[in-house]
């Protein structure tokens, strides 16, 4: 058993938002890697994709998810599953931002929405 202390977390920062690593493979050594992400209002991450599915579970603020060919909102307690091979981006509320927790299989690699490689995010590895 690996316990990972919360002064130890991992934050990564992106113009997108704060990613804060809870558990990864170089962090626990965790089969899953785990992270925050904390998005300031109005703040739109890439359109990109990966992988792997990907699970994201808002806990405050609210978001629009573009995954595929669907536009969602959510807000704190929704939970959104995002296949694997599906293009997405995540566009904050322009307000309030939001908080989401999201696991998704360690080593996840991201992808530009024309499908080349863009390697494993630190958050992830």
């Known amino acids: 058993m690996?316990?990972?202390r919360g002064a130890d977390a991992r934050r990564s920062e992106t113009p997108g938002g704060v990613m804060t690593t809870f558990a990864?493979?170089?962090?626990?050594?965790?089969?899953?890697?785990?992270w925050r992400v904390?998005?300031?209002p109005g703040?739109?991450?890439p359109v990109h994709d990966?992988?792997?599915?990907?699970?994201?579970s808002w806990i405050a603020g609210a978001a629009t998810v573009e995954l595929g060919d669907e536009t969602y909102?959510?807000?704190?307690?929704?939970t959104v599953v995002m296949p694997a091979r599906t293009v997405r981006r995540?566009?904050?509320d322009p307000a309030d931002g939001y908080t989401a927790i999201v696991t998704a299989s360690a080593g996840a690699r991201a992808m530009s929405a024309?499908?080349?490689?863009?390697?494993?995010?630190p958050w992830i590895g």
């Open 2 to 4: 690996t316990v990972i």
């Open 24 to 34: 990864s493979p170089t962090q626990g050594g965790a089969e899953r890697a785990l």
């Open 38 to 40: 904390d998005a300031r």
């Open 43 to 45: 703040a739109e991450g």
């Open 50 to 56: 990966f992988d792997v599915e990907q699970v994201w």
């Open 73 to 78: 909102s959510v807000a704190a307690g929704d």
């Open 90 to 92: 995540v566009l904050a």
């Open 114 to 121: 024309d499908g080349a490689d863009l390697g494993v995010p």
